[in-house]
């Protein structure tokens, strides 16, 4: 009997991911009446309804959403107990759930992922990209890779990398006011300045040139909260901007961008990676993170 509640437990979790009873029962090699059954027995047992079934999508009701977070990870687990177990114990396993900032994942770690599949290829991974900073226990999320100073004394934080940023406009721009000789010439042009979107809190941007420091204060004239929209208000020639190298890259080569002051390097942020004190590291989640420190530090532009 607890053998046959898994079997259906695993039915239904991939007929969440799949969204399609038809799509679950080929994923798992069996008939589709079957996987109906077992479904239908689940949901007898727990006398909850689990999905909501219409000629055109399933979709977990309120009550299946939240046995599916519970489930998945207990089936994850019970994944990485048995193959911890088995001959094939050095194979890692499961799913991994993993939050970045979108420049890091968009310009490193997603190109990458090929190389992580054919390495991982039984592990499968849910990756959010934002500038949010989630919950990891709440939401339950594995590990994360985060920006700046990780002050959550419930998280065991590794740094791995660095996020280095350019001062830059468009030529045009630069064109219609005076050259820039120091930092403080900056306060005759626009600044454009990043707000993250969870806290509202404005970037500080901090130019450094051998001991001299040079924090940018001046008042901006907008604020943006997209990476996306930051870096096209540069581009409208709007003001400057201080944004990461990895987003500013093409804009540079293909010239609608250039650096101010190359002399003056703005501040690197440090990427660090984190999961809570509270979770096991399963080998899963540790081959997640082994891998993205190797990809930081085989990159000159990310590498600590």
Excluded at 124 to 147: F, K, M, N, P, T
Aim: glycine content about 6%; aromatic content about 8%.
């Amino acid at each position: 009997m607890a053998f046959d509640r898994l079997e259906a437990m695993r039915a239904f979790c991939r007929i969440v991911e799949l969204g399609s009873f038809t799509r679950a029962a080929e994923a798992l090699g069996l008939a589709k009446t079957t996987v109906s059954g077992q479904v239908q027995a689940l949901e007898s047992q727990l006398g909850i309804r689990l999905l909501h079934r219409t000629t055109r999508c399933v979709s977990p009701t309120t009550d299946g959403s939240a046995y599916y977070e519970r489930v998945r990870t207990l089936l994850e687990d019970l994944d990485e107990l048995e193959s911890s177990v088995s001959v094939s114990r050095s194979v890692a396993r499961g799913r991994v759930r993993v939050e970045m900032p979108s420049p890091l994942g968009r310009f490193l770690v997603i190109p990458a992922l090929p190389d992580f599949i054919a390495r991982h290829p039984l592990i499968h991974l849910d990756v959010g990209c934002s500038e949010r900073v989630v919950d990891l226990v709440q939401e339950g999320v594995d590990c994360a890779i985060r920006g700046g100073p990780v002050t959550d004394p419930n998280l065991v934080c590794r740094p791995i990398g660095q996020m280095r940023f350019s001062l830059c406009a468009t030529p045009e721009y630069l064109a219609r006011h005076p050259p820039l000789r120091h930092p403080q010439d900056l306060a005759t042009l626009h600044y454009l300045a990043f707000v993250y979107p969870a806290s509202g809190r404005q970037k500080v941007s901090v130019l450094q040139h051998g001991p001299q420091r040079f924090v940018i204060e001046q008042e901006p004239t907008m604020r943006f909260n997209s990476g996306g929209a930051y870096i096209a208000a540069a581009e409208a020639g709007l003001g400057f901007v201080t944004v990461p190298r990895c987003e500013a890259e093409q804009p540079l080569a293909e010239g609608r961008l250039v650096e101010i002051l190359p002399e003056w390097q703005l501040e690197s942020m440090t990427m660090s990676l984190v999961y809570p004190y509270s979770r096991h590291l399963s080998a899963r989640v540790r081959a997640f993170a082994d891998w993205a420190s190797e990809v930081m530090a085989d990159h000159p532009q990310w590498r600590l």
